[in-house]
Structures are given as structure tokens and as C-alpha cells.
């Protein structure tokens, strides 16, 4: 079974608007933590942010945000005010603690946004 | 500010041909990984170094290997390249410990390395 699912290969959205981008995840760890990366045309990986397992409050950096339910098993990133910077591919990611060994981050396959005029 | 810095940027080999991929961080951080990453799957951990001295398999190891110079280096060898090797490179570096410190530490990427394999 995958350990992470993005279910949207590709995103439209308006400039301006809010966008969600959806990930679930599977892991039997009880310690985990979720992170979302960017990673824009020119291909380089642009961490946004984190949300852990125990973390009681949702997760929020500018105009990124999680919607973590930890129920679901899903942590979906939320992007206010899309801008046309804001297009590119985005990966969920997820980090197991204890049977994860080291650091190691198991990647989604990514959505591809696209912020339209 | 160099962060995690990647070696070549580019490269085309002929099947067969072997070749290593250098990866340096200047952030002093613990662990370093190797990725790759292919259209519609994202990226894979192909071999990782928790501190100096470590090695570890990740998901797709086989026809790689690699040596972790000391802390600031970590190279990817390919032996006998083969065209499944064709993919973008990534290099990536963090902080490692345990204990809530280290949890949020995120990986830092360095700029990745196109590899085709002809």
C-alpha cells in the first residue's frame, strides 16, 4: 500500500483565490510528521511546512496551512490567495519516527498547480 | 549561503559508462540522502547516511552505491549506467537526532543533477 497519496495529478486555480491540495497518508507509527515541499519549473525543492502527529493545532506559515485530521489520515495544504508564483509541483511527504529510521521521507507523487489569470 | 550543493548539473553517459555524483552541505547537519526523481512517481530514496561513518539501503538501491566522505560529503556511484538510470538527481541533507528537537526538521535539497543514459 502506498504511504502517501495525492490523488490530483493536476490543479487549476484562480489568482487570487484559495486552492486545497490533498494528501493522505498510511502508517501504523504513533509519531509521525508531515511536510509539504514546492518544487517550481526550475526544479529545485522548496520546503513549506511541517505539521506533526502530536501537534494540537493545525499547522500555518503565511499563506500555507494544513487541514490535518489525524482521524482521515490526511493533511491536506491549503494555499490562500494563490499567485501566479504559487504554480508548480507540490509533494506531500511523511517522516516515521520510530520505523522510519534516520530522517527518511517517504514522498506523494506530487500535484502539479496552475494559477490562472 | 550555499546550502546543499550538487555535482554535475547535467550529464549524458553511454550505457555502461560509470560516473559519481557529488553532493556537499556546508549547514553541519547529520544526515544526507540520495533521490531520484521520475515523471508520475515522485521522489524515491535510493541510498541514505543518518550520521558520518553510516550507510543505508533505501527504496531503490540496486545499481547505485554510495560513500559518505565525512560529514559535508555524500556521492552517488552509478558502476555500469543503464538507461533505467535515466532521472533527475536529488541530494538532500538534515539535522538528526532524537527527541522533539529534531522532529521538524525539514530535508534541505540541493538542485539536482539531470542524468540521461543513453
Known amino acids: 500500500a502506498q504511504k502517501i497519496t495525492q490523488t490530483q495529478p493536476g490543479m487549476f486555480v484562480q489568482e487570487k483565490e484559495a486552492v486545497t491540495l490533498d494528501c493522505t497518508y498510511d502508517?501504523?507509527?504513533?509519531?509521525?510528521?508531515l511536510f509539504w515541499y514546492k518544487q517550481p519549473s526550475s526544479g529545485e525543492m522548496i520546503f513549506l511546512i511541517y505539521?506533526?502527529?502530536?501537534?494540537?493545532q493545525n499547522a500555518t506559515e503565511g499563506r500555507y496551512s494544513l487541514n490535518f485530521q489525524k482521524a482521515r489520515k490526511s493533511a491536506n495544504l491549503v494555499i490562500s490567495a494563490s499567485q501566479l508564483g504559487d504554480s508548480a509541483m507540490y509533494f506531500c511527504?511523511?517522516?516515521?519516527?520510530?520505523?522510519?529510521?534516520?530522517?527518511?521521507?517517504?514522498f506523494g507523487t506530487g500535484t502539479q498547480l496552475k494559477v490562472e489569470l | 549561503n550555499a546550502g546543499v550543493t550538487q555535482t554535475p548539473k547535467f550529464q549524458v553517459l553511454k550505457t555502461g559508462q560509470s560516473m559519481t555524483l557529488q553532493c556537499a552541505q556546508d549547514?553541519?547537519?547529520?544526515?544526507m540522502y540520495w533521490y531520484r526523481q521520475d515523471p508520475g512517481m515522485g521522489l524515491r530514496l535510493i541510498y541514505y547516511?543518518?550520521?558520518?561513518?553510516?550507510?543505508d539501503k533505501g527504496e531503490v538501491p540496486n545499481g547505485y552505491n554510495v560513500s559518505r566522505l565525512n560529514k559535508r560529503e555524500f556521492s552517488l556511484r552509478l558502476e555500469s549506467a543503464a538507461p533505467s538510470q535515466t532521472s533527475v538527481y536529488f541530494c538532500?541533507?538534515?539535522?538528526?537526532?532524537?527527541?522533539?528537537?529534531?522532529?521538524?526538521?525539514?530535508?534541505?535539497f540541493g538542485d539536482g543533477t539531470r542524468l540521461s543514459i543513453l
Open positions: 538532500a541533507s538534515s539535522d538528526y537526532g532524537t527527541g522533539v528537537t529534531y522532529s521538524n526538521q525539514p530535508q534541505h
Open positions: 502508517t501504523s507509527d504513533p509519531s509521525y510528521g
Open positions: 505539521q506533526g502527529s502530536y501537534d494540537q
Open positions: 511527504a511523511m517522516r516515521e519516527f520510530y520505523t522510519g529510521g534516520g530522517n527518511k521521507l517517504t
Open positions: 549547514m553541519n547537519h547529520n544526515s
Open positions: 547516511s543518518a550520521s558520518e561513518g553510516t550507510t
